[in-house]
Nanobody
Framework: QLQLVESGGDLVQPGGSLRLSCEIS????????LGWFRQAPGKEREGLSC????????YYGDSVKDRFTISRENAKNTVYLQMDSLKPEDTGVYYC????????????????????WGQGTQVTVSS
């Protein structure tokens, strides 16, 4: 049974950092590209970052570029999102997603590129 479970969400002050984790079970992680998405209240789900099967290709949305870092640890079946210099506008529910791809060097930054999703973890940036 495929399962994605996010953790690490919290209340943090502006300028602070958080590290999100997504533990994935029920699949061979090597075959999957992975992504992180965010949904703020009243807004559509937004692609933040993704990482290819090989880990060598990554994508970052403009709103998080140079502040967030995605990484994967296949041996632990986990993908991470390191978030630094957090802003109030980073507030939202953060989701991880997985999709099998035949190529090692591609990932999608779009919601439509993924068929497997976690339940989300809340991140609130506020003073």
């Amino acid at each position: 049974q495929l399962q994605l479970v996010e953790s690490g969400g919290d209340l943090v002050q502006p300028g602070g950092s958080l590290r999100l984790s997504c533990e994935i079970s029920g699949l061979t992680l090597d075959n999957y590209a992975l992504g992180w998405f965010r949904q703020a209240p009243g807004k559509e789900r937004e692609g933040l970052s993704c990482i290819s099967r090989s880990g060598r290709s990554t994508y970052y949305g403009d709103s998080v570029k140079d502040r967030f870092t995605i990484s994967r640890e296949n041996a632990k079946n986990t993908v991470y999102l390191q978030m630094d210099s957090l802003k109030p506008e980073d507030t939202g529910v953060y989701y991880c997603a997985a999709q099998v791809y035949p190529t090692y060097y591609y990932c999608s930054g779009y919601v439509s590129g993924y068929s497997h999703w976690g339940q989300g973890t809340q991140v609130t940036v506020s003073s």
